[in-house]
């Protein structure tokens, strides 16, 4: 069974468009995080949540906004994209008390037109 | 800006030999993490170390870390053509969760 899952893989869009990506974990964890992997392979953390809490917000766009329904789950919602969005999106977890390891998902490649 | 710097950017190596990827990082550190990425997948964690550690093996794996410097190293012994990967270092810092702070990479590849 995946650990961390996302949907899509893939996700081609026209500019200007609102699109999400989902995330979900099994693995019982605790905080779950996006982060954004650019062109030049440059990985770098968004957000991260904690039992549906956001703790970290890095200088993200507000068009970006992360939605928590719960433990389980953090998704990532994108307005109005722009060519700049393009990149791949990894969402990952950990267990904060053991401040550890972060399981990555397969990624979702974003393509904006 | 970004935490860690990577050196080499690129590296070839013939399978057998051993192979060394350094980072550098500017801020104090909770921990440093090492993370495989083959093309097109995601992260796989290797290793961590502690930022009271100062060397630390797993398998074929070798990782030293000197807080002084604010540098890590990561050995791959007898190399495989399947360590062909892309190798992040990334440093542990704890913001209420722990925050991952990543190098540009280091791209090995294996030659058969």
């Known amino acids: 069974d995946t650990a961390v899952s996302q949907t899509p893989k893939y996700l081609v869009t026209q500019m200007g468009n609102d699109k999400s990506i989902k995330c979900e974990q099994n693995l019982g964890h605790d905080t779950m995080y996006w982060y954004k992997q650019d062109s030049k392979k440059f990985l770098k953390i968004m957000f991260s949540?904690?039992?549906?809490?956001?703790?970290i917000n890095e200088t993200v766009p507000n068009r970006f906004s992360p939605k928590s329904p719960d433990k389980a789950h953090l998704n990532l919602h994108i307005n109005s994209l722009e060519l700049g969005d393009s990149a791949v999106y990894f969402c990952a977890s950990s267990s904060l008390s053991a401040r550890d390891e972060q399981f990555f998902g397969p990624g979702t490649r974003l393509t904006v037109l | 800006s970004q935490q860690g710097e990577e050196d080499p950017q690129a590296l070839s190596i013939q399978e057998g030999e051993n192979a060394t990827m350094n980072c550098s990082y500017k801020t104090s550190i909770n921990n440093l993490q090492w993370y495989r990425q083959n093309s097109g997948r995601g992260l796989v964690h290797l290793i961590l170390?502690?930022?009271?550690?100062r060397e630390k093996h797993s398998g074929r794996l070798r990782v030293t870390l000197d807080t002084s410097k604010k540098s890590s190293s990561l050995l791959i012994t007898a190399s495989r053509a399947a360590d062909t990967a892309s190798y992040f270092c990334a440093t542990g810092i704890i913001q209420g969760a722990q925050k991952l702070v990543f190098g540009q990479g280091t791209r090995l590849t294996i030659n058969p």
């Open positions: 949540y904690n039992n549906k809490e956001l703790i």
């Open positions: 170390i502690r930022s009271n550690e």
